[in-house]
C-alpha cells in the first residue's frame, strides 16, 4: 500500500479516502519505530524487551525488530513467531513467572537463557526444562494506580527473595535478577519510585549473603494518553532515573518491557454506522465492538475511554450531541463509549474512527456472534 509521506495516515482526510471494507485497522510502521525511539531517549539506559503479547502481528514483531527491540514473552506460539520473524534467542527474555514445563523447554531448546520465576516449584522446573540458566525473581510492588492490576497472580514480597535466590544457586541456576510489574497503563510514576526502592531492599538482603544480581527489569505499565491525562514518558524516564540513583546500592543492567507504550498508538481502528436507534440513549452501532477489537472497553466496562473521531468534514459543531456507541454483537457488555460527543448529523454509512488502538486489541480479538477481527493493513 501506498502512502503519500507529506500526510498522516490517521487523518480524517487520508482515512475518508481508504476504501477497504470496514472494520478494519490501520497501522504505521514509522509510528512504531518513533515510539521505540522516543522509548529509548526518555527511559535512558535500559534495555528494551518488547512485550509480545500486547500485540503478537508479525508485521509489528518485523518492524520492531528492524529497530534494535528485544523481546518479553509467556508462551510456546509467542516464540514461535519470534522464530519465524528471525528474532535471536538473545534478544528474548521469558518474563513469565509461573510457565508449563514444556515451555520453557522449548524456550531452551531455541536458545532462550532467561526465565523469570516467583515459587521453588518453578525453580524446579526451570532446572529440569532449562539446566543452568539464568533466573530473575519476580517481586510484588504496591501499585500506586493502574487501570490493569497484577499485584495478586504474581510476585514474592521481601521476606522471600534470600531463599528463593539461595535455591537457585543451589539448583544449579544463575540468581540473575529482579524483575516487578507495577500493572498496565499506570497512571502514577510514583509506582516506578516505590518499587524500585523495593528492588532495591531486595539487592541488599541479597548481598549480604553474597549475591550480587546483573539485571534489574522494570517490566511494563508505561501508560498511554488515550482521554485520561497520564504522566508522560519523558516524567516517568526523570522518577526511575531519580530512584535509580537514590535507591540503587550497584550498578545493574536495567531493562524494561512495555508493551502498550510501543503499539498503541501505531494504529487505528475504522468503523462504519449502521444503526442509529434512540432509546433512553442514542445509540449509534459500528461494526466493529469490543468482542472483536477493543477488548479493553469491555475488560474495563467502557472507563477505558478511547478518542473517537468521525468521518465528517463538514458539519455543524454546536448541534454536537451525546452518543452511547456499541459494537455489533448481540450481548449488552459490547459498549464500546458512553456519553461521547459526536455531531448529531452522524447517519448510517458514516465513519468512526478510534484512535491508538493498537495494543491489546486485535491480540484479544475473538469472533463472537459471527463478527470476525477487522483486517489488518499497514502503511509506511
Ligand atoms: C503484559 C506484560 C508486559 C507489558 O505490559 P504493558 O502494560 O503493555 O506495558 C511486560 N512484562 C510482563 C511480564 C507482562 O506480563
Not at 534467542?89 to 537463557?113: Q, T
Not at 524446579?124 to 494506580?145: C, D, F, M, N, W
Not at 498511554?224 to 532515573?241: F, H, K, M
Request: charged residues 20%; aromatic residues 12%.
Amino acid at each position: 500500500m501506498k502512502s503519500n509521506i507529506h500526510t498522516d495516515p490517521f487523518s480524517v482526510e487520508n482515512l475518508n479516502t481508504l476504501n477497504y471494507p470496514t472494520p478494519f485497522y490501520l497501522f504505521d510502521r514509522n509510528r512504531l519505530r518513533d515510539n521505540l525511539k522516543q522509548f529509548k531517549e526518555y527511559i535512558p539506559n535500559v534495555d528494551v524487551h518488547y512485550a509480545v503479547k500486547a500485540n503478537p502481528t508479525k508485521d509489528v514483531i518485523e518492524t520492531l525488530n528492524e529497530s534494535g527491540a528485544g523481546f518479553e514473552i509467556a508462551s510456546t506460539n509467542e516464540l514461535n513467531l519470534l522464530m519465524q520473524c528471525g528474532v535471536n534467542a538473545e534478544k528474548i527474555l521469558y518474563s513469565a513467572p509461573v510457565k508449563p514445563g514444556k515451555f520453557i523447554h522449548e524456550a531452551y531448546e531455541y536458545g532462550v537463557k532467561k526465565f523469570a520465576f516467583d515459587s521453588k516449584q518453578e525453580l524446579e522446573k526451570i532446572t529440569q526444562s532449562a539446566p543452568g540458566s539464568s533466573v530473575y525473581l519476580r517481586l510484588s510492588v504496591t501499585e500506586h494506580g493502574s487501570r490493569f492490576s497484577l499485584t495478586d497472580k504474581f510476585g514474592v514480597t521481601l521476606d522471600k527473595v534470600v531463599e528463593l535466590m539461595q535455591y537457585a544457586k543451589q539448583l544449579g541456576l544463575d540468581p540473575y535478577g529482579l524483575t516487578f510489574h507495577i500493572g498496565s497503563q499506570a497512571t502514577s510514576k510514583e509506582s516506578w519510585k516505590y518499587a524500585i526502592r523495593t528492588a532495591s531492599k531486595a539487592m541488599n538482603l541479597l548481598e549480604e549473603v553474597g549475591i550480587k544480581i546483573q539485571m534489574l527489569d522494570l517490566g511494563g505499565g508505561f501508560p498511554v494518553q488515550y482521554t485520561e491525562t497520564v504522566p508522560t514518558l519523558e516524567e516517568i524516564g526523570i522518577a526511575i532515573d531519580k530512584a535509580i540513583k537514590k535507591y540503587l546500592p550497584y550498578r545493574v543492567t536495567l531493562v524494561a518491557e512495555p508493551g502498550r507504550a510501543l503499539v498503541a498508538t501505531s494504529a487505528v481502528l475504522v468503523t462504519s454506522i449502521f444503526a442509529r436507534i434512540k432509546r433512553r440513549y442514542m445509540w449509534l452501532f459500528v461494526d466493529a465492538g469490543s468482542y472483536n477489537s477493543l477488548f479493553e472497553t469491555l475488560e474495563s466496562q467502557t472507563s477505558m475511554k478511547f478518542e473517537i473521531y468521525h468521518s465528517l468534514t463538514e458539519y455543524n459543531k454546536s448541534l454536537n450531541r451525546r452518543y452511547t456507541v456499541t459494537g455489533p454483537t448481540c450481548d449488552s457488555l459490547d459498549v464500546l463509549a458512553k456519553d461521547v460527543t459526536l455531531p448529531s448529523e452522524l447517519k448510517l454509512g458514516d465513519r468512526l474512527y478510534f484512535k491508538s488502538a493498537g495494543a491489546y486489541s486485535v491480540a484479544l480479538a475473538n469472533s463472537f456472534n459471527g463478527f470476525e477481527p477487522p483486517a489488518i493493513y499497514f502503511v509506511n
